[in-house]
């Protein structure tokens, strides 16, 4: 990297009622070895509690802070966050994430190594993902039936589902990012936005635009740099919703990047009865049917709307190359 390249980052947190895990997520922040230039907190409504509880956490370290109000919607949230960052790269975090206290350090160390060599993001990996990184019979029929899952090598499968990596060895090239732990240099995410045609469903949007962006740039992967994931537990309605976004929107990233041939949609249809077979199974070990009857009604709602995933999309221009 050249001396004169100064390297600052700014962080999009996108929020909605989560205050007391952005405490958590803001006060890791604020123990980094290496502090970021700015913080930015997009909240899906209005929240004064959010200015009134959190920044004096990251002010206290120097930590610029900027608050605000959007519409709910993730890809809107996090579009509003390019708009206002002011960093040369920007780190999008969940508010349920806690990063290890060297996380910035481990992602500055990439981009100052490979910063002129075509390098378009870095992302760091979650420590649950690690955990979960092994081949037991659940993950072996997931790679027979081209399922999503953690437990892959971090490419885009041409069944439309991520193969997100779980535990890299090193140093990884990879093809896509998820959300809670990615970065991207900012004169590339000016071009390249988050597809606003997943605003009423967020799952998938980072699937998208990272590997969007993987396809004229390099991204890589950390082992390194490490978060935790919370998360929360989900009700009926959770499963049901969450079902539904993935047939949507798993759909629409088939439709455009491998719907041109007919070998992918065999492919594409035989991972769907690979997450029928799959939300059968869940339904069953949890006593809750969310899973399976979003899965169902998502797929009434796109035979019902010719095939499309949702009456309101834009019309779909393939990016496959």
């Known amino acids: 990297m050249m001396e004169s390249q100064k390297i600052t980052f700014s962080v999009v947190i996108c929020t909605l009622h989560n205050l007391a895990g952005l405490v958590k997520c803001a006060s890791s922040i604020a123990k980094q070895t290496v502090k970021p230039y700015e913080v930015i907190i997009v909240h899906g409504e209005n929240s004064g509690n959010i200015v009134e509880k959190i920044f004096p956490i990251l002010e206290s370290k120097s930590i610029n802070c900027k608050y605000i109000s959007s519409i709910r919607s993730l890809v809107i949230q996090r579009n509003i966050g390019i708009d206002n960052s002011s960093g040369n790269v920007i780190v999008f975090l969940d508010d349920d994430v806690i990063l290890e206290k060297d996380y910035f350090y481990y992602l500055l160390k990439i981009y100052k190594t490979k910063w002129h060599d075509n390098l378009g993001g870095v992302q760091g990996t979650i420590i649950e993902n690690k955990k979960r990184y092994r081949w037991t019979l659940k993950e072996i029929l997931k790679y027979i039936f081209l399922l999503g899952s953690t437990n892959g ?42 597809d606003e045609n997943f605003s009423d469903f967020w799952i998938c949007d980072d699937t998208e635009l990272s590997y969007r962006i993987s396809r004229k740039h390099d991204l890589y992967q950390t082992p390194f740099a490490q978060l935790q994931h919370v998360g929360s537990s989900l009700s009926y309605e959770g499963h049901l919703k969450i079902a539904k976004m993935l047939v949507f929107n798993r759909l629409y990233v088939f439709r455009l990047y491998f719907s041109s041939s007919k070998k992918n949609w065999f492919l594409f249809i035989w991972s769907n009865i690979g997450e029928l077979f799959f939300s059968i199974y869940k339904s069953i070990i949890i006593g809750n049917v969310g899973k399976l009857v979003g899965f169902l009604q998502g797929w009434k709602l796109v035979l ?18």
């Open 304 to 321: 019902l709307n010719n095939g499309h995933p949702y009456k309101k999309y834009k019309k779909i221009k393939r990016r496959e190359k």
């Open 153 to 194: 090598d971090g490419n885009l499968l041409p069944s439309g589902n991520a193969s997100f990596c779980g535990n890299p060895n090193g140093i990884k090239k990879v093809e896509i990012f998820s959300g809670c732990v990615m970065s991207f240099k900012k004169d590339i995410l000016i071009n390249n936005r988050f």
